[in-house]
């Protein structure tokens, strides 16, 4: 999936999210609840893998090469998203055991 299909959805629910607060008359909390699962949303995308995960990223190295491409393309700090892409194009051309 496409990071700019999730964040259009996102937009929209934000957008969905206000309108309701405004109807129920509590903006404050919405907005509040809004910025927190952006800050979050932001976070995860952002943050590094674990050291185990490039330990997982070797082995998957030399095998195919839209994998190996995406791989080089992240390195040299590989996010949460670019490990997700990673290993769905990996499991992709996995033969099935």
């Known amino acids: 999936m496409n990071i700019y299909i999730i ?3 996102a ?3 934000s957008l969905a999210f206000h309108f309701i607060g405004v109807y129920a008359g509590a903006t404050k909390v919405v907005w509040l609840m809004l910025v ?8 995860i995308y952002m943050s590094e893998i674990k050291p185990s995960g490039y330990e997982e990223i070797e082995k998957m190295k030399g095998q195919f090469s839209d994998t190996d491409a995406l791989i080089q393309e992240a ?3 590989i996010s949460i ?4 892409s990673i290993k769905k194009s990996y499991q992709i051309h996995k033969p099935k055991k």
């Open 7 to 9: 964040l259009s959805v």
């Open 11 to 13: 937009a929209v629910l």
């Open 36 to 43: 927190l699962m952006w800050a979050g949303a932001i976070n």
């Open 75 to 77: 390195m040299p700090e």
């Open 81 to 84: 998203y670019e490990m997700l």
